[in-house]
């Protein structure tokens, strides 16, 4: 008795895990080519040479080198290691919230308001929030490409254990009528 509810559990899920593992790549592929259009739809190329001047940057960035951004892992190590890089330095480890902050203080102080240092506060803070929106869009296009990577690995796995359950499930065993 056991043995065909075993039997049963095995033809079901032979059938229905494949099934779910090709809707499942198929979800990942789809992540990935939306993905790979909506970067490629922005044209942007990947630097190298002297625009990677640390070594950070040129381990993170340097296979990528002159190639249009077209995946998840280039739009990450863009974000991180070029805009994120280049955000850092240009703040001097500030956060846009301290900057924004000093911005403020600047401008309400009519000693200050109308300088130069109040001046470049408001440049500072409207390059951070560009570059940290950029950079917080591009790493959004590397989880869902991620996500996507994960579909498709998960989907594989469904079908392989399909595959295996449809060796038990539907063999005839020896010496026995079916």
């Known amino acids: 008795m056991a043995h065909n509810a075993y039997k049963a559990l095995s033809r079901v899920f032979s059938v229905v895990l494949p099934a779910a593992g090709a809707g499942l790549i198929a979800g990942g592929r789809f992540a990935h080519q939306y993905v790979a259009d909506q970067l490629a739809g922005q044209r942007i190329t990947m630097p190298g040479g002297k625009d990677l001047p640390t070594e950070e940057m040129k381990s993170a960035l340097a296979r ?72 917080g869009m591009l790493l959004n296009a590397y989880g869902w490409w991620t ?31 079916a």
């Open 147 to 177: 996500v996507g990577s994960i579909a498709s690995w998960a989907g594989v796995g469904a079908t392989g254990l399909g595959a295996v359950l449809a060796v038990p499930g539907w063999a005839r065993r020896r010496g026995h009528r």
């Open 64 to 135: 990528y080198s002159g190639l249009p951004m077209t995946t998840g892992p280039q739009a990450e190590a863009y974000a991180n290691h070029y805009i994120g890089a280049h955000l850092a330095a240009a703040a001097k480890g500030r956060t846009y919230e301290e900057i924004s902050q000093e911005y403020m203080a600047a401008s309400a102080d009519p000693d200050r308001k109308d300088t130069q240092e109040a001046a470049d506060l408001g440049q500072l803070k409207e390059m951070l929030f560009t570059g940290s929106s950029l950079r």
